[in-house]
């Protein structure tokens, strides 16, 4: 008979070896520069409007902007709420595979408008 505490120490590594393969690793990450064309700050949310060059077409993408994302504008660090439509940006991202899309770091390159404290 199996060991009770053996079973969950087997099960616990089992679970963090998983979790691991479901980070971001450098070859799953993908970055685009385009335009804000929406913001959901509720569902945290950017919508950026880009050029395919595989396509050679005009895209859309949504990219779920999660609390430690990082978000900068200039040297500085900014909030999601600080992106506006319109705004050029470059976007870091991942496909987490369940919930979509998600931003490791949004650069706004829009630094004419505001500057972040």
């Known amino acids: 008979m199996l060991n009770p505490r053996i079973f969950y120490v087997a099960l616990f590594i089992l679970s963090c070896t998983i979790t691991t393969f479901g980070w971001a690793s450098d070859d799953n990450r993908k970055t685009i ?24 077409n005009a895209d859309e993408i949504d990219i779920i902007v999660p609390s430690d994302a990082k978000l900068t504008c200039g040297a500085g660090q900014i ?11 470059t976007v870091t991202y ?18 004419a408008k505001r500057s972040p404290e």
């Open 33 to 56: 520069s385009g335009t804000v064309t929406d913001t959901d700050w509720v569902k945290s949310i950017i919508t950026v409007r880009y050029f395919d060059l595989y396509s050679s």
């Open 79 to 89: 909030s999601l709420s600080d992106i506006e439509q319109s705004d050029p940006v």
């Open 94 to 111: 991942y496909d987490d595979g369940l919930s979509g899309l998600k931003a490791i770091r949004v650069t706004n390159l829009n630094t």
